[in-house]
Structures are given as structure tokens and as C-alpha cells.
């Protein structure tokens, strides 16, 4: 049987950088392929280079069932049989499943060009059972369930196009899903393998690559590092492999016996988007996570906190009350939020390191009515040294060519630079690498040794396992139970999230 | 970019980095270009090009469109537009007209006009932040509102202000220091204000913000409605100043007086936004675009180009503006 894939010497030099230094790779049909590596090790560009979007250096070599890759265009890799979905998934959210799925492919009509709808939404609805997943494909993806778009996005790609379909590539498929919601994922992969297609996804999440993958390749500063069977490979051989250092022993003893303050922040009765009630207290210099499933209410608690939008309720920070819906006297009060989804809720992506860092009190460096840059440059200087972020020193560089992880740190830095009494964390290492995640969960620990009262929420269980004291589960809008101290582990606060009355609606 | 980014090559005997001599092609290739019409039209028409009256020319015609674009620049900084800057000039202009044929003192014919601008921005904040009306269509509905409300003041004719009558009133635009009129010196100052505020001031930093990321800028505490109004008033003060300047200097203000200045004060603000600080809209560039437009469409005048080359080259102008920023967010993107 001829490999679904086959690579040989590829390499991409972008300016001087070598991107992709001379990389050879075989994927089988039916086999499962994680591609890991830190932000910037190649894994982008080689996929880049499949769908066509890059012209690899002269050299490359690219056959796809034994059919020669010919460079040129995305329709070209289309026709040769690889199919991808990309982390954002291409989905139009106010269409149905029908109409995202006819995009790639078109309708199927009648002679008079009219759509056969009865026939296209029949074809639509075949092709998510085959991948295990019945879907009112007549509401708009928006309405769906994140699992469930991915599903659609899976479906359109797996749809006949005129060609075999040879290697289905996935980009972070599971990166912002609930855990029930990413094993529903796994199966479906394995659907789409059992049927002989091969799959390649890339993956910063390495339970996934675990539950999911058949072999792993690892890449690292542009070049081959290694594949292996996923069989008989530990986490911590697999981030060594990865950032090619032993990663620091974090000593959770030294957590447990952080003294911790006075209470600071206290929530009383809150209520606001899926959250019914919740009360909570954080003391200074403690770290509090928050975990759930979607729709737990987990993913609003930061937001009403911080005072982000409509609340009921309470919350209090060192006994004077936050309004609701006003950012602007939360941080008077010494509230920080660093939202979920970056892009969207923090980043000014065309503007400088230095804007981005000081938006929150521009004035800071001003003197007699002029913004004084010199002195603005050393202050924000100091902050991108502190965090690491690189390039270093850059605070002219435009946040746009940072890579995630850093464009993470510069949001953190904007917030520490504020000395926050309370500091409020939504996903705080979505979409970043295992270096830059490492520091981010160090600057955690240094924050709540310097007092103070910080608030996680996450869907990275590992990640909350590995900086909070307390853990408080998110149920139906309620706190349904708090982890302390060795009752953190990412096994029980996955138990607890999905929890024994997950399944009964009286509870 | 300026920076030779000088990324450590993984094999340096590989690949030689390349140098690359920058002449600022990217920040000013609007200045390139000024420079290439000056030498054509110089070598075209050369005694009616090159002087000093030409010169002179040029400024004094565009002191209000440069004021009218300054302003302008605020809300689309804030991520706004305002297509109401004409209308709030006609209307300021014929009411100033109107309460100076009544007699009603310069200091309240020229206030009213400036309160009316305040007015003007406060009801473009009001349809665009309380009721949530995108601001292209918002300001479009307000420009109508206002061609109606000019209609009104001025009865549907011109406000014609005799050089006798209004002497001193005429000479606050054209009265002429070192032989350029007042009205570049005004819009001098607003460019040297307006430029402050952008570069230097907490403000500044705030409008950018507001447009390049409202939800972000609003979760780091900037007060985002408020931007956006305090943007509109700006523009529309400064709208109805241009007004005050454009009666002055015409002696005349008429329910049209405005409809020449909507799309060139757009063409600058766009087109600088290619330049000096590409990817944003900013005051150096706004300048450079309108001396780019001017020196263009003078020349093909003087030239004997017909005179609606002046629609012509500012709507392709504005095109090719938008197309140029279009490439460089792809670029930067």
C-alpha cells in the first residue's frame, strides 16, 4: 500500500530564518499523526506548504497517495486529496449546517438551477452520522455546541470534492473544547482514521495527543527531531522532546505553605449570563481556580468579576463594591482582567508593544501635557525583560509580529505593570506554547507572593493543578464543590466538573 | 519597517543576509510622488508652475479642506466615520451669514456657529453610541438632516455679505501675513493642536485604541461611548469653524457651500493614512496628502485641463488610497 503522505526535504527560508530545514516525513493511510512543537519550530509553515499557501524551497519533495504535490495553489492540494480544518474552522456562524457545508462544494440543484434543499440537507445529515454526531443541521453553527461545529467543519472537509480524499489535516482540533466535548472529538477522529484516511493534526495540548494519536513528530527550531509511536512515550519525555530542556520542577510544597492574607475579594449571591448564584472569597496572596464545562457558567465568571457586564449580586474588593458594566472604576479598584480570546478582547494588534502595555494609564509619563516616549520606552522596557518576551526589548514592534505566547505575556505585562490587588486570569495559556506557558505560570506564583488575590479560569485542568490553592467547581451555575490542597488533580477536577448529576436536570 | 531585523541564521555560510538600502519608500513614498509632480509640471508648464504666486496659491485653496480633513482625522482614529463634516459646514457657514445680515454681532453669529458644532457632535454621538446606528449610515442620515436644516436657515438662497458692510468680518480669512492668508495659518494651528493631542496626550492613545480594538480598549477601562462622542464633537466643531473660515472668505454661504469638501477631506485622511505612520490615520500624513492632491490637481489646471479633473483625480485618489492600505494591512497582517 502506498503512505498517504511522504515528504522529503522540505524547507522554507523566510528572509535568513530557515523555517523548515530540510524535513522528511511518511504518514500511513489509517494512522493518526500528532505534529508538536513550540510556536515558531516549522509545524505552521510545513502545513502552510501542503495547502499550498507557501512555496516550499527548491528540494521538497511531496507526494500525496503517490501523487506528486505540484505547489501551486490550494485547489491543487485539494485535488490530490488533503483536506483542512483550520483552528478557526472556516464556519460562517449564521448559516446552517447545510449552507456551511455547500460552500466548499456548491449545491446540489436541478436543471433550472434551483437548490434541491430536501436532497442537500439529506446529504448534509449523512455525512455527520457517519462521523457520529446527529445535528439539527437546519440551525445556524453559531447555535451549536463548539464539538459540534468541529464536527461540521470535519464533514465539509471529508466531503467529496471530485477527489479522493487521501489525508484529513487538523489544526488544534481540540484546543478550546470542554474535556466531554474533546473525547466526543477523539471518537470522531478515529472514525475518520478507521476509514482509511489518514490524519495529521497539530496540537500544543498534549492530552490529546495521548488520547488521539497513533505517532508523534516532533519539530523543533525548523528541523526533524523525531517520530515514535505514541506507545511507551511519558508527558515529560514528550515536552522534553519539545522544548529540548528538562522542564523546571515546579515544587508544589512551596505553594501549599504560601501564607496567605486578609480576604480581599468577596462575591456574594452574583448571578449573570449561565451563572444562577455563586459566592466566593479570595484572600491575598492566594490563587483560586475556577473550572467546568461550557455552559457551567466558568466561562462568564471572569468577566462578571471584573465587571464586564450585566450582574446581580455583590462582589466586593477590600469592602468597597464594584459596580456592574464599569472596567473603568474595577481598575480603580485594583481589579485586572486578562480576558479569554485574546484577539478579540485584548490585543491592539497594529499597534506597538509599548501602547498595548501602557493603554490602561497612558498618562503615566507625561509631563507638562506631553506624553514623554523616552522614559515611557525604559518603563515598558523593563516590563517585557521581566516577562521575557521576544524578541527582547522590541517595545516598537507592532503586537502583530509577536507569536501567541508572547503577545500573551505583553497582555499580562499591561496588568502586572498595574500591581492589581486582584487578578483575574480567563485561559490564560489558550493557544501558547510550553515555554511561554511555563513562565506564564511562574508569573502567577511571583503575583500572589506579592499579594496578590488571584482568580483563574480554565479548561486547562493540568494548568490549575499545577498553580491554585483552591479549586472551586462550576455546576449549573453554582459552586458545586472546592478542591483543596492533594485533592487537586486533573482527574478529579475533571470528575467533578462533569459531575454524578451531570445527567439529571432535577439536580 | 526601519529595522533591519537581524535574526541570528541558523547556518550564516547558507544564507548571506541581504542589506537593503530603506529610503522610506513604505513611510513617505507619498512625499516620492509630490516630489515627481513638482519636476513634471515644472518641466511642463514652467513659468506658470513655478512661482511664488502659484505657491501661494495652493495653500490658500486648500486652508479648508485641510481644516475640514484635520478634524475629520479625530473619529477615524476613534474607528468612526463622520460623514456630516459638509453639512456642519454649510450650516455653520449660512448661519453665520444669517445672524450677521441680521445684525446680530460677530461674536454671536461666529459662537452660535461653533455651539452649533457642539450640537451637531452630540447628535451623531447620540444615533452612533446611545443608538447604536453604525456610524457610516448614522452620519449619512445626520448629512441629510443638515442639508435640510441649511435650507431652512438660509431660505434656499445665498447669503451674500457686501465688502462694505462686513469689511472686518471678511479679513478675519483674508487678510495676508508674509502675502499667505490668515486662513492657512489656522489651519496650521489646528494641525499643530490636533497632532498633539494624537501623539502626545493620554487622549491620543485612547481614540487609537477605541479604533483599533473597542472591546479590548473598553476591558482596560477606557471609556469608549465617551471617546466617540467628545470624536464627534471634534469634528464637528472644527467642521463649523472651516464653515466660519469658508464665509469669511467668499463673503457667501449657501445650502451648497459645503458639498465640495466632503470627499477630498476623506481622499486626504486615507491617502495619509498610508503614510508617515502606515496603517493609521495620522496628522503628518493627512498634510502630506493634501499637498500630494493639491499640487496634482493644480498643475493639470494650470495645464489646461478641463476643470473637472479636480473630481476626477480626488475620487481616484480616494480609491487608490484605500487600495494601498488595504495592502499594507495584508502586509503587516
Sequence with gaps: MTTALTVRHASKIFGVQKALDDVSIDVEPGEVRALVGQNGCGKSTLIKILAGFHAPEAGTEVTVGGVELPFEAPVASESVGLRFVHQDLGLVGNLDAVDNMAMGQGYITNPLKTIRWRKERAAAREALTALGYDINVRVPVAGLQMSERTAVAIARAMSDRGSDVKMLILDEPTANLPNAEAQRLYQLVRKVADSGVAVLFVSHHFDEVFEMADSVTVLRDGKHIVTRPVEGLTEDELIELVIGRTLEEHNKDSADAREHGLEILTLSEVSGGS????????????????????????????????????????????????PQNRPDISIERGVALVPAERHANASLIDQTLRENITLVDPGRHMTMGILRRRPERADVRIWLDRLTVKPGGETEYTMSQLSGGNQQKV????????????????????????????????????????GSAVLVC?????????????????????????????????????????????????? | MTDVQTAPAPDSAAVKPKRRINLGFDKYSGIYVWAVLVIIFSLWIPDLFLSWDNFKTILSFQAISTI????????VAAGAFDLTIAGALTVSACFTGWALLNHKGVIFACGGALLIGVLIGLANALVVVKFKVDSFIGTLGMSSILAAVAYMISGGGQLVLSEEGYGPFLQFARQQWFGISASVYYAGVL??????????????????????????????????????????????????????VYLSQNANGAPDSGVNYLLPAFSAVFLGATQIRPGRVNVLGTLVAILLLATGVTGLQLAGAPTYVTQLFNGAALIIAMALAARTARRRG
Design chain 1, 275 to 322: 451563572v444562577v448564584s455563586m459566592d466566593l472569597s479570595v484572600h491575598r496572596g492566594e490563587v483560586v481556580g475556577v473550572a467546568g464545562i461550557t455552559g457551567s457558567g466558568r466561562e462568564q465568571v471572569a468577566g462578571l468579576v471584573f465587571g464586564g457586564m450585566e450582574r446581580g449580586g455583590v462582589i466586593s474588593v477590600d469592602g468597597k463594591v464594584l
Design chain 1, 411 to 450: 497582555i499580562l505585562a499591561r496588568w502586572l505593570r498595574q500591581e492589581p490587588e486582584v487578578l483575574i486570569l480567563d485561559e490564560p495559556t489558550q493557544g501558547v506554547d510550553v515555554g511561554a506557558k511555563a513562565d506564564i505560570h511562574k508569573l502567577i506564583d511571583e503575583a500572589a507572593a506579592q
Design chain 1, 458 to 507: 480554565s479548561t486547562d485542568h493540568e494548568e490549575l493543578v499545577r498553580v491554585c490553592d483552591r479549586v472551586v467547581i462550576m455546576r449549573r451555575g453554582k459552586v458545586a464543590g472546592i478542591l483543596r490542597g492533594h485533592e487537586i488533580t486533573a482527574d478529579n477536577i475533571t470528575a467533578a466538573t462533569i459531575g454524578r448529576d451531570a445527567a439529571d436536570p432535577a439536580a
Design chain 2, 68 to 75: 475640514v480633513a484635520l478634524g475629520l482625522i479625530v473619529p
Design chain 2, 191 to 244: 494641525a499643530v493642536i490636533i497632532w498633539w493631542v494624537l501623539e502626545y496626550t493620554p487622549g491620543g492613545r485612547y481614540l487609537y485604541a477605541v479604533g483599533g480594538n473597542p472591546v479590548a480598549a473598553r476591558l482596560a477601562g477606557v471609556k469608549v461611548g465617551r471617546i466617540i462622542t467628545v470624536s464627534f464633537i471634534a469634528s464637528a466643531v472644527v467642521a463649523s469653524f472651516a464653515g466660519i
